[in-house]
């Protein structure tokens, strides 16, 4: 098959598209006829070797797919209502960027009515994590103030919607007019341009100095300060990544006052098990807004796997910061 590969640690260039043999499944897995990959800020840390494979796993970066199951256990296929021919999206730990992947059955989800591969390959890795984070860690409910950070990644345009969609009240931070206006577009209630005004004090400007409940956030280093003092009481910050360091200064004495939550995570090396239940709640809860159009993917670009250059070219847009949602490769036929 042909897959996308990290020849060397270092700049876009480095992946190549090369011939590997087609993956193998195993009991509990399916093997998957890809359609579409999604491209996730993870994989840039992968290419740059700071985000190492989990034991087991395929070097072959890539977390999400789209397409078609080709095999699988017909016994296990059926306890999950899929079987061999269904189009599916899943959630994977490696080995996305190719035209065969094998994938955790029990983190396969059923193409939503109305989507298209490469839709849905845009997907898993971001509602998964939305959901484990904002919903499961971060106890968000109906009603209240959410911020979150970069409303205009793929984390961001997910979170917007999820959010809103579950009745929140939403803030958006982003780096230009424009991209602010697409958060607004997307349900956001308030955006922020954090290159031109103090994210802080606009949002305590906003809520009328309370402050807001639940927080994602992907930058941590100064910004955490700063997250701390606009959380409103029994407030949640959850940290996704480090873009802007790991180290903060914090006031513990807001912590204590304000009885604040301060969590994070990482989805990436938990086991099978824990995102099985975020399937499970994603199928029960969101598959039926995609389906309806409540909450829609956001597709940037999409490159052709066929051209050797497709996996660079997709990194190079991923580290520019220019997109507004979500970027994919498209894999088509026998290439």
């Given at each position: 098959m042909k897959a996308i590969e990290i020849s060397e640690f270092g700049a876009p260039d480095v992946l190549r598209l090369v011939e590997r043999d087609k993956p193998v499944p195993v009991k509990g897995e399916v093997l998957v006829r890809?359609?579409?990959?999604?491209?996730?800020?993870?994989?840039?840390?992968?290419?740059?070797?700071?985000?190492?494979?989990?034991?087991?796993?395929?070097?072959?970066?890539?977390?999400?797919?789209?397409?078609?199951?080709?095999?699988?256990?017909?016994?296990?296929?059926?306890?999950?209502?899929?079987?061999?021919?269904?189009?599916?999206?899943?959630?994977?730990?490696?080995?996305?960027?190719?035209?065969?992947?094998?994938?955790?059955?029990?983190?396969?989800?059923?193409?939503?009515?109305?989507?298209?591969?490469?839709?849905?390959?845009?997907?898993?890795?971001?509602?998964?994590?939305?959901?484990?984070?904002?919903?499961?860690?971060?106890?968000?409910?109906?009603?209240?103030?959410?911020?979150?950070?970069?409303?205009?990644?793929?984390?961001?345009?997910?979170?917007?919607?999820?959010?809103?969609?579950?009745?929140?009240?939403?803030?958006?931070?982003?780096?230009?007019?424009?991209?602010?206006?697409?958060?607004?577009a997307l349900g956001a209630d308030h955006a922020i341009n954090y290159k031109t005004q103090d994210f802080a004090q606009e949002v305590l400007s906003i809520t009328q100095g309370r402050g807001v409940d639940v927080i994602l956030d992907m930058v941590a280093g100064d910004y955490v300060a700063k997250e701390i003092e606009i959380l409103a009481e029994d407030g949640r910050l959850v940290l996704i990544a480090v873009q802007g360091g790991v180290k903060s200064q914090v006031n513990a004495g807001l912590i204590l006052r304000k009885r604040l939550t301060l969590t994070g995570s990482t989805l990436r090396p938990r086991d099978v098990s824990f995102k099985a239940q975020i399937a499970q709640k994603l199928h029960q809860h969101i598959w039926p807004l995609l389906e309806n159009a409540v909450i829609k993917p956001v597709l940037f670009k999409t490159f052709d796997a066929a051209d050797p250059h497709a996996g660079a070219q997709a990194h190079t847009l991923m580290e520019s910061n220019e997109h507004i949602g979500k970027i994919v490769i498209h894999w088509q036929g026998e290439m």
């Open positions: 890809v359609h579409a990959s999604g491209v996730n800020r993870p994989d840039v840390l992968q290419r740059k070797g700071h985000y190492p494979v989990p034991a087991g796993v395929s070097d072959i970066p890539g977390l999400e797919i789209a397409g078609v199951i080709e095999a699988g256990d017909p016994h296990d296929l059926a306890q999950h209502g899929l079987r061999v021919g269904d189009r599916i999206c899943a959630l994977v730990a490696g080995g996305g960027y190719a035209q065969w992947c094998v994938a955790p059955l029990a983190q396969c989800l059923p193409l939503p009515n109305g989507l298209s591969f490469d839709q849905a390959a845009s997907l898993p890795e971001t509602f998964f994590t939305v959901w484990s984070n904002v919903f499961d860690r971060g106890h968000f409910k109906p009603k209240e103030w959410f911020l979150v950070q970069g409303g205009t990644s793929g984390i961001g345009v997910t979170a917007i919607q999820m959010v809103k969609a579950m009745g929140g009240k939403v803030i958006a931070t982003a780096g230009s007019q424009s991209k602010c206006d697409a958060c607004l």
